[in-house]
């Protein structure tokens, strides 16, 4: 495997990043929510998979945004 250096992610694939969180987050509530009010065991158990599925993707783009973070470029105000 080649030693490759991270490159800083462009204002496009920051605001990409973003709003998959945003829909992750989004995804995780509704599934919560309906699991919650469900009185079917199945599909009770099924959404519990998918919020927990959605926390780990919304995890990785966290992990994604935080490792990119020291190449972010500095503000000036």
């Given at each position: 495997?080649q030693?490759?250096?991270?490159?800083?992610?462009?204002?496009?694939?920051?605001?990409?990043?973003?709003?998959?969180?945003?829909?992750?987050?989004?995804?995780?509530k509704?599934?919560?929510?309906?699991?919650?009010?469900?009185?079917n065991?199945?599909i009770?158990?099924?959404?519990?998979?998918?919020v927990?599925?959605?926390?780990q993707?919304?995890?990785t783009?966290?992990?994604?945004?935080?490792?990119?973070?020291?190449?972010a470029?500095?503000?000036?105000q």
């Open positions: 495997m030693n490759q250096t991270m490159q800083a992610l462009s204002p496009k694939e920051l605001n990409y990043i973003a709003d998959s969180i945003t829909n992750e987050e989004l995804l995780i509704q599934c919560a929510a309906t699991a919650s009010i469900t009185h065991p199945q009770q158990q099924a959404l519990n998979h998918y927990r599925s959605h926390e993707h919304l995890n783009l966290v992990n994604a945004l935080q490792q990119h973070q020291s190449l470029p500095a503000q000036v």
